[in-house]
């Protein structure tokens, strides 16, 4: 599957090209973040527009980076998506928060 965008390198490390059109650099760096203890990760942009995520096993881990990659790209989305409907609603939710802490007002 040349068009997947997560490739084996050949000191068995892997990484995932991803686009900036799609995906932003906070959604990248989030996510990132959360697979942290699970591996080492490198962040690199490797072409304009593109973002190169590397995934190196930490030396005391033997977990699969095959696996862990698969899982990184779920949270991408699920990262990208919060970011979008925080954009989009998060107006909403300022002002439902500001009336929910707005003083009360006897009506007497």
């Known amino acids: 599957m040349d068009h997947f965008p997560i490739k084996i390198l050949a000191d068995k490390s892997i990484l995932i090209k991803i686009k900036e059109k799609i995906y932003c650099r906070q959604a990248i760096t989030a996510t990132s973040y959360k697979f942290t203890d699970k591996c080492n990760i490198f962040i690199d942009e490797i072409d304009e527009n593109i973002y190169g995520v ?55």
């Not at 949270?75 to 107006?91: A, P």
């Open 54 to 108: 590397y995934f190196k096993n930490k030396s005391n881990k033997e977990a699969s980076l095959e696996e862990i990659a698969n899982e990184f790209c779920n949270e991408l989305i699920d990262q990208q998506t919060r970011i979008d409907i925080e954009k989009e609603f998060g107006n909403i939710r300022d002002k439902i928060v500001e009336a929910a802490f707005s003083p009360i007002v006897d009506l007497k």
